[in-house]
């Protein structure tokens, strides 16, 4: 079993930065996946990123450039690094974790946070 904890959220203005983190408790952390996901009012959960614990994970294209995914394995956490925020990018961060393979979906994920918020203002 694994919990997991976000922390980071808020509220930042158009072109700012976000730096989410996640921290996993348990004893094999390093076997499992880590993931980003985002909710947005009357939409669906999304996918953002995964990571590895060699290094090895994805982003969604359309965040591409703007965010990136981190794991420090020795402290059972995950960061997530949100830059050039834009309003549309409003919506509850979801850390989550899943055993190999890999996977883009929410639906595949066993473990998962209670969500930070993050707000980007106009």
């Known amino acids: 079993q694994v919990q997991l904890v976000e922390s980071g959220g808020g509220l930042v203005q158009a072109g700012g930065s976000l730096r989410l983190s996640c921290a996993a408790s348990?004893?094999?952390?390093?076997?499992?996946?880590m993931g980003w996901f985002r909710q947005a009012p009357g939409k669906e959960r999304e996918f953002v990123a995964t990571?590895?614990?060699?290094?090895?994970?994805s982003y969604a294209d359309s965040l591409k450039g703007r965010f990136t995914i981190s794991r420090d394995n020795a402290k059972n956490t995950v960061h997530l690094q949100m830059n050039s925020l834009k309003p549309e990018d409003t919506a509850v961060y979801y850390c989550?974790?899943?055993?190999?393979?890999?996977?883009?979906?929410?639906?595949?994920?066993?473990?998962w946070g209670q969500g930070t918020q993050g707000t980007v203002s106009s």
């Open positions: 990571a590895t614990s060699w290094g090895g994970g």
């Open positions: 348990g004893r094999t952390f390093n076997s499992y996946v």
């Open positions: 989550a974790a899943k055993r190999l393979p890999t996977s883009n979906s929410p639906k595949d994920y066993d473990y």
